[in-house]
C-alpha cells in the first residue's frame, strides 16, 4: 500500500494530525485529479462497510474478462495494449480492498470490545469552567467536545492523572488512535489510580490504529486481578 493511499485512508478516518490535515486539504483545493482519488478511495470505503464492494469487485472482473476476450478478436496485435490498462485497474482494485479489509476488521474488533468508560469525576464549584464544560461534554457522549476541552485542560496541568486518562478515552470514542495513545502512553508513565484502565484503552488505541503487535505487548501485561481480564484475554485469541 503506497504512503499517499494510507494517507488519505487516514484523512477520511480523521486520523492525520493538524499539520498533516491543513497540508492534504491544501492539495485537495489544488490538485482536481488528487481529489478525485480522494472521492474513489471515500466510495470505495464506503462499500466495504456496506458489504457491496466485494460482489463489485467480481463483478468488474467479469465485465473486464468479456471486453478482453472481444479486444482480442477485434485486435489481437494491440491486445497488450488493454491488458495492461486492465493490469493497472486491478492493481489499484486490489490494493485498496486488501488494506480496507484489513483496518475493517481491526475496526470492527475495536468497536466490539470498546464501551467508555464512566464519568466518575464529580466537578466542584472551584474547578475551571473548561474542565467542568469537558466532564459534562463527556457525560453526555459528546466526545469531540469532550477531547477539545481535556487537551486545553492536559496543556495547563501538565501530567494530571485523570485529564490525561478521560482524553484518552474520548480521543478513542473520537476515532483519533493516535492522540489517545499519546495521552495513554503518558498516563502509564506516571502513578495514577487509572493505571489499569488506562492499559486496556491503551491496547484498544492500538487495535484501533491496526499495531497488533503493540496491542499484543500491552495485553499480556494485564494481570488476571487488573481491570478487563477476561476481555483482554479473548482479545488476544482474537488477535492471533
Do not use: C
Not at 478478436?73 to 488494506?99: C, E, Q, S
Not at 501530567?159 to 490525561?164: F, G, P, S, V, Y
Not at 492522540?179 to 491496547?203: M, P, R, T, V
Amino acid at each position: 500500500m503506497s504512503e499517499e493511499l494510507e494517507n488519505i485512508e487516514k484523512y477520511l478516518s480523521g486520523t492525520l494530525n493538524e499539520e498533516e490535515r491543513k497540508a492534504f486539504e491544501s492539495r485537495l483545493e489544488s490538485d482536481t485529479d488528487f481529489a478525485k482519488s480522494v472521492e474513489a478511495l471515500r466510495l470505495a470505503m464506503e462499500g466495504i462497510h456496506n458489504f457491496g464492494l466485494r460482489q463489485e469487485l467480481k463483478e468488474i472482473g467479469a465485465e473486464m474478462n468479456e471486453e478482453l476476450l472481444s479486444f482480442k478478436r477485434k485486435n489481437p496485435k494491440r491486445v497488450w495494449l488493454f491488458i495492461g490498462g486492465v493490469a493497472a485497474t486491478l492493481t489499484i482494485l486490489i490494493a485498496v480492498l486488501h488494506y480496507l479489509s484489513q483496518t475493517s476488521s481491526t475496526t470492527q474488533l475495536f468497536q466490539s470490545y470498546f464501551q467508555p468508560y464512566p464519568n466518575l469525576i464529580t466537578t466542584r464549584s472551584s474547578d475551571q469552567s473548561d474542565i467542568k464544560e469537558a466532564f459534562q461534554n463527556y457525560s453526555h457522549q459528546n466526545f469531540k467536545e469532550a477531547l477539545k476541552g481535556f487537551e486545553s485542560a492536559v496543556l495547563e496541568r501538565n501530567r494530571n492523572d485523570t485529564l490525561l486518562f478521560y482524553a484518552g478515552v474520548s480521543a478513542l470514542a473520537d476515532g483519533t488512535h493516535e492522540k489517545a495513545i499519546d495521552y495513554l502512553s503518558a498516563l502509564s508513565e506516571i502513578k495514577s489510580e487509572f493505571n489499569q484502565q488506562g492499559n486496556w484503552y491503551l491496547a484498544l488505541a492500538y487495535v484501533l490504529g491496526d499495531d497488533i503487535e503493540e496491542a499484543r505487548q500491552i495485553l499480556n501485561r494485564i494481570r488476571p486481578d487488573e481491570y478487563e481480564y477476561r476481555a483482554s484475554r479473548e482479545l488476544l485469541e482474537l488477535l492471533d
